[in-house]
């Protein structure tokens, strides 16, 4: 991307009226912003109109804001469009970078005429959250497709940017557009527009001049196509005897390249239980890792262990009632929310939960035994789940729900001698002994045999349709064990299942197999 910021668009022929097209999404303030402009340009003695058209692709709906300013004249009266012409808008602000790769699709950025201001943060769609896989959409091609597409463009993280100074984006795109010279009004026009509005003028004018400066020093953010975690240094100390001896072990007892892995698997599970799971993961590792320098794992990299770092921590941080319960109830989570939304300090925010048990949850929560003799009554088991399956609206604002959840999210004391946690042990160790059998023959297939957990996620419907898709991508192993293209095969057939829900790709890569 190019940063360049001059005053060619303040220059254009008041003839000819300024358009600009604001593309936002539900919540991000579209139409503030937009009402921001009108303001500022009739404050100044323009003529302005805007027109908004709602749209459905993110979230509460993608809204694309068209406004059109001119300089009034007397006794003119100016007739403005109600909708952008492509190719003939000067300023588009796009709210998310996704948006802004729209609005090239539209035709409303070209490179002879168009300034492009955007946030490069990203709220995935609903089509990217959907895919069981990884959906979400290359951020690169809207970057490359931006750098040919405007004359001028101004990117950054403006979300972000305005978050921490208490305020929404809206705030710091319209400080980006101060600054981008793009229009003939000054700075000071601009912020008397914000302090106009009365609510949260302060929050919004720090967000505002964060983004001016932010435009004048120049540069443009990086944008990573595969924007990822990665892992620090694992610590010297925890702070926590049992944590400082998992550090230990992790120093003593495997290679460098895999104890990043490691200790955010450690991390993960001392959170989702204590650190005597913990301690029980790095076992189960360990079990691996000395398969793995039996059968010439030192000559792949050690390979195998590395994938079973991963996903062995996945298989035991499993999502259930309890996990569930946990999450919801945390400081954390209502202080997150309390930011997005951006509630005051004289305001009180009261969440409502949407929660669909089901019987079969129920059961998994409860002790073996119990758990076992109920989903072994199915006369039982359907009486209790007509009174238990149906949509439930909690008010974890109250203190009877919250308490409720609390409660639940306290069981995870117990969750060992739960159905659910003998359920999720047995298929990790039937999961993990396949693996094995597999090792001696056919390393790198062993490898994707390990892999392959990446499929069971989630809880309820989608967790039973996760382990569905397992056990068909596994039914495959017998056929491709002997192979020397087994593993890309197996990859493959992984990928397919990764496509849609329904698992239609997966048919099809299964009967290829099945051809071989």
């Not at 303001?39 to 993110?58: N, R």
């Not at 921590?313 to 319960?325: E, L, T």
């Not at 003998?422 to 390393?443: G, K």
Request: proline share 4%; hydrophobic share 40%; charged share 25%.
């Amino acid at each position: 991307m190019n940063i360049h910021v001059d005053n060619a668009f303040a220059a254009l022929s008041h003839d000819k009226p300024l358009s600009l097209a604001i593309l936002a999404m539900g919540g991000q303030g579209g139409g503030v912003l937009a009402d921001w402009i009108v303001d500022l340009a009739e404050s100044e003695g323009w003529v302005a109109q805007t027109s908004s058209v709602p749209g459905v692709a993110q979230r509460t709906g993608a809204t694309i804001y068209y406004l059109e300013l001119i300089k009034a004249r007397d006794g003119a009266h100016p007739v403005l469009a109600l909708m952008p012409t492509p190719g003939d808008v000067d300023v588009v602000l796009a709210a998310e970078l996704m948006e802004a790769g729209r609005s090239v699709l539209r035709g409303l950025v070209t490179p002879d005429k168009t300034m492009l201001i955007a946030s490069t943060h990203r709220s995935y769609a609903v089509g990217e959250k959907e895919k069981p896989g990884d959906g979400i959409g290359n951020p690169t091609i809207v970057v490359d497709a931006t750098d040919f597409a405007a004359k001028k463009t101004i990117a950054f993280d403006m979300d972000t940017l305005a978050t921490k100074n208490g305020s929404v984006i809206s705030a710091s795109m319209f400080g980006s557009l101060a600054a981008s010279g793009a229009l003939p009004f000054s700075k000071e026009a601009f912020e008397a527009t914000v302090r106009k509005g009365g609510k949260g003028v302060e929050a919004s004018l720090r967000a505002f001049n964060a983004a001016y400066d932010r435009v004048l020093r120049g540069g443009n953010d990086k944008v990573s196509a595969t924007p990822g975690k990665t892992f620090a240094e694992i610590p010297q100390t925890a702070g926590h005897p049992a944590l400082d001896r998992l550090l230990t072990r992790i120093r003593k007892e495997f290679p460098e390249n895999i104890q990043p892995m490691l200790y955010a698997g450690v991390k993960k599970l001392t959170d989702f239980q204590d650190p005597a799971y913990a301690d029980e993961y790095l076992t189960e590792v360990a079990k691996l890792h000395a398969a793995d320098k039996l059968n010439g794992g030192m000559e792949k990299d050690f390979a195998f262990t590395s994938q079973a770092a991963k996903y062995v921590a996945i298989a035991m941080a499993y999502d259930d009632v309890i996990r569930v319960a946990d999450l919801k109830t945390r400081g954390s989570r209502f202080d997150r929310v309390k930011k997005e939304v951006g509630v005051k300090a004289d305001q009180i925010l009261y969440t409502t939960e949407y929660m669909h048990p089901r019987m079969e949850e129920v059961c998994g929560t409860l002790p073996k035994g119990l758990g076992s003799f109920i989903e072994n009554r199915p006369a039982l088991f359907n009486w209790l789940n007509r009174r238990i399956d149906k949509g439930r609206r909690v008010k974890t604002g109250t203190l009877f729900w919250f308490a409720g959840l609390y409660f639940v999210s306290s069981l995870r004391r117990f969750r060992r001698g739960s159905l659910r946690h003998s359920i999720e042990m047995a298929h990790r160790d039937a999961w993990i002994r396949t693996a094995l059998n597999v090792l001696p023959q056919n390393y790198d297939l062993a490898v994707e045999v390990l892999g392959n957990r990446r499929l069971v996620k989630g809880y309820s419907d989608t967790h039973v349709r996760g382990l569905s898709k397992f056990d068909r991508v596994m039914s495959a192993l017998p056929m491709l064990t002997g192979r020397e293209d087994g593993a890309a095969w197996m990859r493959r057939l992984r990928q397919a299942a990764l496509l849609d829900e329904g698992g239609i790709a997966l048919d099809g890569a299964l009967k290829t197999v099945a051809s071989l």
